[in-house]
T-cell receptor, first 114, second 112 residues
Framework: NAGVTQTPKFQVLKTGQSMTLQCAQD?????MSWYRQDPGMGLRLIHY???????DQGEVPNGYNVSRSTTEDFPLRLLSAAPSQTSVYFC?????????????FGPGTRLTVT | GQQLNQSPQSMFIQEGEDVSMNCTSS?????WLWYKQDPGEGPVLLIA?????ELTSNGRLTAQFGITRKDSFLNISASIPSDVGIYFC????????????FGTGTRLKVLA
């Protein structure tokens, strides 16, 4: 198993550009989430999904869109990049069963918006 | 947004010493997770806790789910240089929504 994979690893955008951060997992997990990590702020939830076709907002959803058409993939779209979106983005997944809420993270995408 | 209080924020210790850190919340959680993050990497899951009072070990690491369900503790015994990193706690809310709340991390530095 590759676990949770994210692409790209690094990205530089100009203000106003759009892009999609890719996330995939091969563990057949129902739940997937996107977080951003900023210095001194810990991890903050952007959007999450409890299954294919179901998404919901997290703590900091503004400026981001998600969709979940398959169990494996959960892309994050930046609609019009802003310098405030400079951050490290992590995707995570977990089985979503009462027996296990162990959440596993991908390696991250480091985004800089100039 | 809501975050957990994690302490200490950072600590320097000598190799071989034991380390203790904790996480506290004003809310009740029914799951606690502990992670370690190395520079430039994603958080790696260390221990998961599901019951109040539960004590779980993973090698030299031991974590406890507080009996009030509002706190959790992580201990590292006989620290080694590769223990360096940032340790995060995360609590899963019982409010019915699926949202983990994360602590701001404890940065551990081990002096050889």
């Amino acid at each position: 198993n590759a676990g949770v994979t994210q692409t790209p690893k690094f990205q530089v955008l100009k203000t106003g550009q759009s892009m999609t951060l890719q996330c995939a997992q091969d563990m057949n997990h129902e739940y997937m989430s996107w977080y951003r990590q900023d210095p001194g702020m810990g991890l903050r939830l952007i959007h999450y999904s409890v299954g294919a076709g179901i998404t919901d907002q997290g703590e900091v959803p503004n400026g981001y869109n998600v969709s979940r058409s398959t169990t494996e993939d959960f892309p994050l779209r930046l609609l019009s990049a802003a310098p405030s979106q400079t951050s490290v983005y992590f995707c995570a997944s977990n089985p979503g069963t009462r027996a296990s809420y162990e959440q596993y993270f991908g390696p991250g995408t480091r985004l800089t918006v100039t | 947004g809501q975050q957990l209080n994690q302490s200490p924020q950072s600590m320097f210790i000598q190799e071989g010493e034991d380390v203790s850190m904790n996480c506290t919340s004003s809310s009740i959680f029914n799951t606690w997770l502990w992670y370690k993050q190395d520079p430039g990497e994603g958080p790696v899951l260390l221990i998961a806790l599901y019951k109040a009072g539960e004590l779980t070990s993973n090698g030299r690491l031991t974590a406890q789910f507080g009996i009030t369900r509002k706190d959790s503790f992580l201990n590292i015994s006989a620290s080694i240089p590769s223990d360096v990193g940032i340790y995060f706690c995360a609590g899963l809310s019982t409010s019915g929504t699926y949202k983990y709340i994360f602590g701001t991390g404890t940065r551990l530095k081990v002096l050889a």
